[in-house]
């Protein structure tokens, strides 16, 4: 069984950052591929960003793009999002997810295994 636990959410004004971790276990990490989403009070569950299993290729939702980076260490079975400039538009619970996809996949249908979620919450 496969589990993810994210951890790094917390409360920051706007402009400020936050850095998410998702650490990965009882399967294979480096064959998945990697992919953080949020979902905001009321609202769906959104795509903001996807990794390759390699780390080579990312692929990011158009409003964070220049402000959030996704990353991963296989060694150490974890994923990463660095969110910087962040916006009060940014609040919501943030969730790891992993695919066996071969391709970077967006929608939440593609993920096979997901996180609890961390909250995060940007004051103006």
């Known amino acids: 069984q496969v589990q993810l636990v994210e951890s790094g959410g917390g409360l920051v004004q706007a402009g400020g950052s936050l850095r998410l971790s998702c650490v990965v276990s009882?399967?294979?990490?480096?064959?998945?591929?990697v992919g953080w989403f949020r979902q905001a009070p009321g609202k769906g569950r959104l795509f903001v960003a996807t990794?390759?299993?390699?780390?080579?290729?990312?692929y990011y939702e158009d409003s964070v793009k220049g402000r959030f980076t996704i990353s991963r260490d296989n060694a150490k079975n974890t994923a990463t999002l660095q969110m910087n400039s962040l916006k009060p538009e940014d609040t919501a619970v943030y969730y790891c997810a992993t695919s066996e996809s071969t391709a970077l996949v967006q929608t939440t249908t593609a993920y096979d295994y997901w996180g609890q979620g961390t909250q995060v919450t940007v004051s103006s």
């Open positions: 990794i390759s299993w390699s780390g080579t290729t990312s």
């Open positions: 009882g399967g294979t990490f480096s064959r998945y591929v």
